[in-house]
């Protein structure tokens, strides 16, 4: 149950020129499941010319991000009328998942067996308005198991560069109403800590990978990255750094 982040492998595509770095979860690729979580670099194209690189011309779906606990299916998009939510579950063939974050975690998901795949935008208020335990509720009702699930933490903000006032922690923990377990002293399972400024600094990654566990998901079934949104060598757009409203795009196809 020890929480873990590690490397995910980075590749990079042309498009007219120009290199864009992305980064693959070796859980996802080992499986074969076509994704991609990209650099800042892939901000100004649009999905379609990213998705035609992959040989992967689907549907391209999409939502209007809003940090709710809403899920939409992949028939109910539609690129030029955005319904609102924060997530995404395959319902049809050929399908491509697409969500944009620029601190929040990109979380993609997909079924070993049913080959439904999901995606996830899911910061702080995700989290508090139980996004994960929404989504897992939404796969099992559409014919997943939970030990078929793969899960996906995308690059992200770290606890390092996500910190909040005593009062916002404190409505946070209000608003999660967790049992203690989360925010006893033991070091592996620690989601915050008080650092020297006198702020919380709040472990988004570790809280996620936490309710995915509470929703019996083995853990040996979650990939985290170990990229900080903010601090790895300006590959990403990270708005808690400079206000940016660019945003980095990741995607799951079926």
Known sequence: MKYNEND???KDLFFKGKKIPYYLSPLLEKHGFIHAF????SSEIKPKFISNQFKKNNKNCF???IHS???????ETNENNLLMADGIISDQINQNLWIYTADCMPILVADLKTKIVASLHCGRRGLENNLIKELVKLLKKNGSNRRNLLVAIGPSIS???YTLDKD???EFKKKINESNSFFNNDTHQKIYLLNSENKIELDLKKYAYYQFLKENI???NIDISNKCTHISNNEFHSHRKNKTKKRQW???SN
Do not use: D, M
């Not at 990209?38 to 670099?41: D, G, M, Q, S």
């Not at 606990?69 to 028939?75: L, T, Y």
């Open 69 to 75: 606990n809403k899920i939409i299916f992949g028939s």
């Open 218 to 220: 083995n853990p040996e």
């Open 8 to 10: 995910f492998y980075k």
């Open 38 to 41: 990209f650099t800042k670099n």
């Open 250 to 252: 990741s995607f799951i």
């Open 168 to 170: 916002l922690f404190n």
């Open 63 to 65: 939502n209007k991000q």
């Open 159 to 161: 606890s390092k560069k």
